[in-house]
């Protein structure tokens, strides 16, 4: 009775458009782990088999989510976040190092990313936390437990991988929709412009040009506007950021985190060492042209020139096999599923499910938009995988589950009114 | 205002997608390049040069494999530099020298690291080569040459230079091409279309498969056989006459303009432009600014014709009606003309063609000269008149033939004299010089030929050519066109006996060949050259040209000797010899044969660069 009001409320546009992604996501890492030599696609031996493997487990997945009741994940979202956490403090002691990082739990195998798993559960938690009537972000305390609540996965996860550090920060967009004030995203805003061009530039010009546009916004205000402690306070963390940049960046990254940079920012040309994965990723794209090589044509991917392509690259060999109309239509699926959730999160009735259908459309969101930029070229390396498209069992799970969790409870917002 | 954020953040990074995609996928053209650069080898398949046939199908050049190594300066990887070295027997300054050549040609095309490598160096760098990443052996064919004779006929090949690979798409560093002659006319015939194959590779470099599964492949078309119209036999017999002489032959079947020889003289067996000594010996030849062995004279070589331009006079004044055969011309040893000057002759007495033409009479040939510029008011217009009739011999002018050099030779018109004389005052007596073939006409031995051709055809001639067959085309149709002289086919008669009594008790009486009737004529022409500057009369050109039989004419020749002295001591036998050994095969004249061999010129060239005074015509 209960499954049936469920199979009715259920958005089936969202749902078409996750199979829609999850089914060209692995045609794409059919294509891109294709071997030389005659396959099954079924060989489990293969890359594109274990995927179609993670692919038939998510369907009972989502049928356990949603006959699961709706109140579960709020009762027991708590429980969940520390799981995730500990989970995920537990990397330092029982991780498994794969690629430099040590971001797996191995149980024989096949390993399991918590980081994957974390992101659902931080959103659970965040959700939780601001459904309680009393929680008001105008008030300094409520800011603090709720950026509380984004940042300790954050700290866990950081030091072995700096990527899913950055999908948590999205979360602050969230918080943002529910009343934080807008100078928090303003610090975030002029951080980020600070930082590159703390990168490209000299301190000192940097320095200078804060302290022109600070005296400048100074008189340009009201006088009764006029904070001289706060221009100048501004001015100082400013100019303490922009030196902290410099000595973060030479003393605190690692050469290759520099190196990621450095390329970005055109200061690297050496294309066969550290700039040859993104060299050869905008090759890739680059000569997919209007329509594409076609399906199973592109000879970067069959060249495997790009590396990683089944995981943080897939999208090249959309760009490479599909070209920018394959493109287009990608991109278009993703934007749309992204806005129909954020759609829908506007459209719930309690706090605790907008809350948490919004932290769904930002995390995908900031995947779909690093992943791509990256891959483009226009974002630093980091390990970002593309939602449904990246080949992963750990992402593909969790993003499955991310995605149901929110279905369910908007099918279920009439049952709870 | 607080729910429209993040709905504007992610559109406008969707736009920022969709431009950064733009831009790579749409505006930017070199990532389809470098995607091709990456993952696409083209391999080339050589296909074998044509062989090359005489024209009794008698093979004279064939082929022979090759082994380059080529290298792809980007492919090359932690390879044991010096073990490579040592095993081509090069220098580590060597090796990095032609890598860096290499590299700037193309990093990532091959170039040639080591041509044409012998047996024994193949096998020993085929046995390591995986273990040389980056080199690889290309299989090409040489040639492989069955005769040491005609040089000059097929030309060599060699491989590109940057110019041609710059100008021809086809052409990829270290591809071969054939330079002059045959080799270069028919270089596209000859060489065939190399095949090309596309394949993917991938970032270790290993094949893994064919690009679109062969769409754009194509297949190596076979070099075409060509069969020349040379008789290889009478080549090698040319070329052995003229041994220590300068000078050219040129034997042409004048029912065709089919080129049977074409000596020059001295020339190289062409074996010594083969393989990887070619450079060396040609830079050799090259260099040897005396003997000019790398310059045709057949066909660049322009002499005055002297006296078988005679032929022509008498020609051209019967068909102007200035002369019949009775005319009649006295001699005493020349004769006076203009203000006081005089033309010497060998001998005296009444003559009439015919024996003007077997004597060789200067005075009679000369007065002919006259009575033809004469006969019109102006002597620029009967120059001109004069001019078109010898020029419709195929004279004056490039003939077209199947060769890539020649020369035009001079057949003068008004319009020179205009110019040495802007004030006029000229008139026949003053070109009177070009009657007997001294003046200023000049011709290369392939124009003598061919006049002769045209005066056994009787008034018509074929664009001479070197090519008879590919493989089952037919020729080009210039070379089946006849192309007829102004002079009316009645008018030949007359000269062609003269042409015959010339061998009949006239200048070549000596050089009688036993059972076939030779129609000839000797040449002795004056010749200068510029010794530290002074202009200085050097021993005079041996020249003769004949055709034979008289009736249904097979052969007509043209044969120079440079400072041979007069026509029937060096060129005349040669003619002869020639002839006969075309036309019977043996040769009976033994003594003749001998006295050519014996006869030595190099002495009489080496007397002009030895800075010595020297006496000349045999004093």
């Known amino acids: 009775m209960k499954n049936q009001s469920t199979r009715n409320n259920i ?83 029982f991780g498994k190092e794969i690629k430099g990082q040590t971001n797996w739990y191995s149980f024989g195998s096949f390993s399991l990313q918590p980081a994957e798993f974390a992101k659902f559960a931080t959103a659970l938690a965040l959700s939780k936390y601001m459904g309680n009537v009393q929680v008001n972000l105008s008030i300094p305390k409520f800011q603090y437990q709720a950026l509380g609540i984004i940042f300790l996965p954050v700290m ?39 930082f590159i061009c703390s990168l490209l530039f000299e301190p000192l010009y940097i320095v200078l040009a804060a302290l022109v546009i600070t005296i400048l916004l100074y008189f340009r205000s009201r006088p009764m506007n006029r904070n001289i402690v706060l221009s100048s306070i501004v001015f100082v963390l400013v100019t303490a950021f922009t030196f902290s940049v410099d000595y973060v960046f030479e003393s605190v990254f690692q050469q290759h985190h520099r190196d990621r940079f450095n390329i970005l920012l055109g200061k690297e040309v050496d294309m066969k060492g550290i700039g040859y994965n993104i060299n050869q990723s905008k090759i890739a794209v680059g000569s997919g042209g209007w329509t594409g090589k076609g399906f199973l044509e592109g000879t970067q991917t069959k060249g495997g020139f790009v590396p990683e392509q089944h995981t943080d690259y897939i999208f090249t060999t959309v760009g490479e096999e599909w070209g920018f109309a394959g493109s287009i239509v990608v991109i278009a699926l993703f934007i749309a599923l992204i806005l129909r959730i954020l759609y829908l999160a506007e459209r719930q009735k309690t706090k605790f499910s907008r809350v948490y259908g919004y932290c769904v459309a930002s995390i995908l969101f900031i995947h779909f938009f690093i992943n791509t930029a990256m891959v483009l070229g226009l974002f630093p390396t980091v390990g970002v995988p593309l939602p449904m498209f990246s080949y992963g069992g750990s992402g593909l799970l969790s993003f499955t589950i991310l995605i149901f969790i929110f279905v369910k409870m908007d099918a279920n917002k009439v049952n709870e009114w | 205002m607080r729910k429209v954020l993040l709905p504007t953040i992610i559109i406008v990074s969707a736009l920022l997608i969709l431009a950064r995609l733009f831009y790579l996928q749409i505006v930017d053209e070199s990532l389809k390049l470098k995607s091709d650069n990456n993952a696409i080898k083209i391999n080339y398949e050589y296909p074998e040069r044509g062989y090359i046939y005489d024209r009794n199908d008698k093979l004279i050049v064939a082929n022979q494999p090759s082994y380059d190594i080529m290298v792809t300066p980007k492919d090359v990887k932690n390879i044991d530099t010096l073990e490579l070295c040592k095993l081509l027997n090069i220098t580590k300054v060597d090796f990095l020298r032609i890598v860096e050549k290499a590299r700037v040609y193309s990093p990532r095309l091959p170039s040639v690291f080591l041509p044409q490598l012998n047996k024994r160096e193949y096998a020993a760098f085929q046995e390591k080569q995986r273990k040389f990443q980056g080199f690889e052996i290309v299989k090409r064919s040489l040639r492989d040459y069955q005769t040491h004779a005609g040089s000059n006929i097929f030309g060599f090949i060699t491989q590109v230079n940057d110019k041609i690979i710059q100008d021809n798409s086809y052409y990829r560093s270290g591809d071969l091409i054939g330079r002059q002659g045959v080799e270069q006319e028919y270089e596209n015939v000859l060489r065939g279309v190399k095949g090309v194959k596309y394949r993917q590779r991938d970032k270790f470099n290993k094949d893994i498969g064919s690009y679109k599964e062969g769409k754009f492949d194509t297949i190596a078309v076979q070099g075409e056989d060509i069969k020349l119209t040379i008789d290889i036999a009478l080549q090698e017999y040319g070329e052995e006459l003229m041994l220590n002489k300068r000078g050219g032959i040129v034997a042409i079947e004048p029912s065709t303009g089919e080129i049977l020889a074409l000596v020059t003289a001295p020339s190289y067996d062409p074996s010594t432009l083969v393989g990887r000594e070619r450079s060396r010996n040609y830079t050799k030849l090259y260099n040897d600014s005396i003997a000019k062995p790398l310059f045709d004279r057949a066909l660049l070589g322009e002499f005055p014709p002297g006296s078988p331009f005679k032929i022509l006079t008498g020609l051209v004044a019967l068909q102007e009606g200035v002369i019949d055969e009775q005319t009649t011309f006295y001699c005493n040893h020349g004769f006076s003309y203009g203000r006081g000057r005089f033309m010497r002759c060998h001998g005296s007495g009444p003559h009439q063609l015919l024996n003007g033409i077997s004597q060789s009479c200067n005075t009679y040939f000369a007065q002919a000269f006259m009575k033809t510029i004469d006969k019109y008011k102006s002597p620029s217009a009967a120059v001109d008149i004069w001019s078109n009739h010898i020029k419709s011999f195929g004279l004056g002018a490039f003939m077209g033939y199947d060769l890539p050099t020649g020369k035009r030779g001079l057949i003068p018109s008004s319009k020179i004299y205009e110019r040495i004389y802007p004030n006029g005052g000229w008139r026949s007596t003053t070109i009177i010089s070009n009657s007997i073939g001294q003046g200023e006409v000049l011709m290369t031995p392939i124009q003598l030929a061919n006049m002769m051709a045209a005066v056994a055809n009787e008034g018509h001639y074929f664009t001479p050519h070197i090519v008879k067959k590919i493989k089952d085309h037919s020729i080009d149709k210039k070379f089946t066109t006849k192309h007829q002289t102004t002079v009316d086919k009645h008018y030949f008669k007359p000269v062609i006996e003269g042409l015959f009594a010339v061998y009949n008790g006239g200048t070549a009486n000596s050089l009688r060949i036993e059972g076939i009737d030779i129609c000839g004529k000797t040449g002795t022409a004056e010749n200068y050259s510029k010794i530290n500057g002074k202009r200085t009369q050097l021993t005079d050109h041996s020249i003769f040209v004949a055709f034979a039989p008289k009736d249904n004419p097979k052969i007509a020749i043209a044969v120079l000797v440079e400072n041979g002295y007069y026509g029937a001591r060096n060129a005349g036998p040669i003619a002869s010899l020639m002839i006969e050994k075309y036309l019977k095969g043996t040769i009976s004249r033994k003594d003749l044969e001998v006295k050519i061999y014996s006869n030595d010129l190099q002495k009489e060239y080496a007397k002009y660069i030895s800075g010595q005074p020297f006496g000349i015509n045999g004093r």
């Open chain 1, 156 to 194: 866990l996860i950081a030091p072995h991988d700096p990527g899913s550090a950055l999908i948590f920060s999205s979360l602050t967009l969230v918080l943002y929709r529910e009343g934080l004030p807008a100078w928090y995203l303003w610090t975030g805003f002029i951080a980020i412009i600070v």
């Open chain 1, 11 to 93: 958005d089936w546009m969202v749902v078409t458009l996750y199979i829609i992604l999850v089914a060209m996501g692995w045609l794409n890492i059919y294509s891109a782990s294709l071997p030389l030599e005659e396959t099954s696609i079924f060989d489990l031996s293969q890359i594109y088999g274990k995927q179609l493997l993670f692919i038939l487990i998510s369907i009972p997945l989502i049928i356990v989510i949603l006959s699961i009741d709706g109140k579960f994940f709020e009762k027991f979202s708590s429980i969940i976040f520390i799981v995730a956490l500990l989970s995920l403090a537990g990397l330092f002691v």
